[in-house]
């Protein structure tokens, strides 16, 4: 059974930070791609960071020189650090585990808001 657990979400304000962390179980973890979407009301899903099985990484234009993704093998999790949050950041923000895009596994989410 595949399980992603997503946790470290809630309220910050602008300018804070946050880490979330992704730990993953019953996949082979050191071969998936590992992403970070988020999807805010009223907005589609989108791909926010992602690193590769090799650690390439790549990020949304939004979000450059902010955020960080990083992995784990050993530990079998991802993480997301976040820095200067604005709250145009404020999603839920999901785990994604991908292997040849075809083998695609979620997180059940976790909150993110950035206000005052």
């Known amino acids: 059974q595949v399980q992603l657990v997503e946790s470290g979400g809630g309220l910050v304000q602008p300018g804070g930070s946050l880490r979330l962390s992704c730990a993953a179980s019953?996949?082979?973890?050191?071969?998936?791609?590992m992403g970070w979407y988020r999807q805010a009301p009223g907005k589609q899903r989108e791909l926010v960071a992602a690193i590769t099985s090799g650690d390439s990484t790549n990020y949304v234009e939004s979000v450059k020189g902010r955020f960080t993704i990083s992995r784990d093998n050993a530990k079998k999790t991802a993480y997301l650090q976040m820095n200067s949050l604005k709250p145009e950041d404020t999603a839920v923000y999901y785990c994604n585990a991908l292997y040849r895009d075809s083998q695609a596994y979620w997180g059940q989410g976790t909150q993110v808001t950035v206000s005052s």
């Open positions: 019953g996949i082979i973890f050191r071969i998936y791609r």
